[in-house]
């Protein structure tokens, strides 16, 4: 039985090119580790879906971790607002928000995840402007290790779903 170049030949690059993606050649890239620019797009992007139609951005901003987050939240009109907001870290599992509206019924704290697509959507009905808080997280002289990125919409009032009002809180 005669073999044929072409198959001599495919013979030949299959025994060669496990030897060839060892030096370089096609072997798959290495995983990059947790990058900044990367986690805020991925917040950005988690912020994104939960915008529906009515909505209307009204501010909008990012940070670090590391530098915390105080915010004053214009809520003026006659409409609701939700304030949404996005925690990608590789070191902090969690962050605490604190709101407080003066002449409100006092401060209330919120969990927010810092799991990569998990988004906190708080509605805040109109009136007086709420502070958005959240205490800097110590680190040393590393890169920062988890952004936040947040956003607050003004919304239809038949559009709110679940708690009306993150103030009040919700009953049962």
Not at 8 to 29: K, N, R, T
Not at 30 to 50: F, T
Not at 126 to 139: E, F, K, L, R, V
Not at 141 to 169: E, I, N
């Amino acid at each position: 039985m005669r073999i044929r170049h072409p198959l001599v030949l495919a013979l030949v690059l299959a025994a060669v090119s496990p030897l060839v993606a060892g030096c370089g050649g096609s072997a798959a890239p290495e995983a990059k580790g947790w990058e900044p620019s990367d986690a805020l797009q991925r917040a950005d992007e988690s912020l994104a879906k939960g915008v529906t139609d009515g909505a209307r951005v009204t501010m909008r901003g990012t940070g670090f971790l590391k530098s915390g987050m105080e915010k004053v939240l214009e809520t003026g009109g006659e409409r609701p607002y939700r304030f949404d907001i996005a925690c990608d870290s590789e070191e902090s599992s969690r962050v605490t928000l604190l709101l407080s509206r003066e002449g409100g019924p006092g401060d209330r704290s919120f969990d927010v995840s810092c799991t990569a697509g998990e988004v906190t959507r708080l509605n805040l009905p109109p009136g007086s402007a709420p502070t958005a808080h959240i205490d800097p997280a110590p680190q040393d002289d590393s890169p920062p290790a988890g952004v936040l990125s947040w956003q607050l919409l003004m919304v239809d009032p038949s559009t709110v779903q679940g708690c009306p009002d993150a103030y009040a809180g919700c009953p049962g």
